[in-house]
C-alpha cells in the first residue's frame, strides 16, 4: 500500500472513481474550498507518493485512535489515512518490543514525516509518570520531533493537556505545543478528535504540502472557525427562551435548547454540527445531551452542568423580545437571546457529509461551496 497512489488503493478496495472524485469534493467543501479545488484535491492524492506517518501515544486513553478504528465501514478517508505509510503507531502495529522500537528509530532517521501525537506529556519529577522502553515522554516526543516536517497533537489530551492537566494535575501534565516549539503543530482537540477532521488536515497537507489556516490555538479553522451554538439545529428553541429544566421533561422530549442543563456550545468551537460523529450518525446535541465543550482549552474545568458564561450573546436592540414560554423564567434567562446567525460553515460541512453519505450523488452543492480566503 505504501508505495501505491491513493487512485490506486482505492480501486484494490473496489471503490469506484466516481465515489473518489466525490471524496474529493466533500473533502474541499469540508475545507471551505470552491469546487474548483476538488479536482486539484483529485490530481494531488492520485500522484504517487509516500507520506511516512509516526503515531505516538502517551497519557491518554487511545480514544482518538479508536474513533478512527471504529468506522462502519471502509471511507476513501480511510484509505487517504492508508496511503501515509504508518511507520510506527504503538497501538496498532503488529510489531511489538523492541522490533517496534527498532521501525520508530528507523522512521525518525530517515525524518521527513508527519508526527501524530496522541496524549499529554507528564512533566513533573523528570517525566516518570509516562515512560515507554524505559524513557520519558517528554525525551521521545523531543526525538522524534526533531526530524517531523509537522506535528499533529490529535485530541484535547494533546493539544491542550486534557484531562491529565485538570487541577491538580498531579503529573505536571503539558500540551505538545508547550513543549514543541521549533515545529509547525496543529491542534485537533476533541475527545476524541473527529476523524474526519483528521483526515480533512492530511489531504491539505497532501495537497498544498502545507498544513491548513489555523486560530490562534493552532487550530484549523476549517473545523474550528464556526461556534456550536451559531449552527446549532437547537438555535431557534434558545432564541425563543424554550430551555430543556429537567432531562427527559417536556423541553427535553421535544428538542429544546440545552444551555440551562449546561450546554457549553455557545463557548465552543468546533464543527460537530456540520460533521457529527460516527459517520455522521449523531454527536451529543443530536443525541440530547449539552455539548461539553470538549475542543476548548481546559473543558474539565468548566463543571458538566455549569451553564457557561455568556458574554456574546447580549441581546440587540433590534431584535425582537424573547418569546416568553408558558412557564415562568428566571430573569437571567429571559436576557439571552441569540446573536448573529454564522450558518454557513456549518451548512456546507453538512451538505459535505450528506453527500459523502450518498454514494449515488457526485456534486457538492453550490451553497456549501466557498472561497479559500
Ligand atoms: S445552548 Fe447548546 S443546545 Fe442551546 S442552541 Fe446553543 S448550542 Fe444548541
Redesign the pocket.
Known sequence: MSDSSLEQAVRERGISRRSFLKFCAVMAGTLALSSSYGTRIAKALAAPKRTPLVWLEFQDCAGNTEALLRSSRPTVGEIVLDVLSVDYHETIMAAAGTQAEKSKKDAIAAGGYLLVVEGSIPTADGGVYCTIGGRTAMDILSEAAANAIAVVAIGSCAAFGGLPKANPNPTGAKSVMELVTNKPVINLPGCPCNAVNLTATVVHFLTFGELPKMDSQNRPLFAYGAR??DN????G??DRGEFVRAWDDDGHRKGW???QMG????VTFHNCPAVGYNDNTSWP?KAGH??IACSEAGFWELGLYNK?KLQEFAPPSTYAPVQMPVQSLSPTTTAIV?GAAGLAVGAAGAAAYIQLSKPDKMEVPESAQAEKK
Open positions: 456550536i451554538h446549532c439545529p437547537r438555535r428553541h434558545f435548547c440545552l444551555y450546554c457549553k456550545g455557545p446535541i449539552g455539548c457557561a441569540g
